[in-house]
Nanobody
Framework: QVQLVESGGGLVQPGGSLRLSCAASGSGFSTYSMGWFRQAPGKERECVAIIGWNNEYTYYSTSVRGRFIISRDNANNTLFLRMNSLKPEDTAVYYC?????????????????WGQGIQVTVSS
């Protein structure tokens, strides 16, 4: 069992930056693929970024590629998402998620554990 808690969200102006963190407790974090998802009002939850259990791969959606960076610290059971050049359309609740597999997936249904989500608002 893994518990996930996001932090670092908030209000930022367009063009600004934020770094989200996801602290994991319980066992298994270092063996799980991890992902960041987001959900805006009235929209489906979408995959933003994925990282392999040993940093062997990363994936980014086309909407954030080149602006967001996903990383992980297995020694401290923490997942990160650095978000640069933020746009109003990045406004959403962001979730971290863990998948009990070494293979990657961008489908939310394939993830086994979820954080409670954290609001990110990009507005002037």
């Amino acid at each position: 069992q893994v518990q996930l808690v996001e932090s670092g969200g908030g209000l930022v102006q367009p063009g600004g930056s934020l770094r989200l963190s996801c602290a994991a407790s319980g066992s298994g974090f270092s063996t799980y693929s991890m992902g960041w998802f987001r959900q805006a009002p009235g929209k489906e939850r979408e995959c933003v970024a994925i990282i392999g259990w040993n940093n062997e791969y990363t994936y980014y959606s086309t909407s954030v590629r080149g602006r967001f960076i996903i990383s992980r610290d297995n020694a401290n059971n923490t997942l990160f998402l650095r978000m640069n050049s933020l746009k109003p359309e990045d406004t959403a609740v962001y979730y971290c998620a863990a998948r009990k597999s070494i293979t990657w997936s961008s489908f939310a249904a394939d993830y086994d554990y979820w954080g409670q989500g954290i609001q990110v608002t990009v507005s002037s």
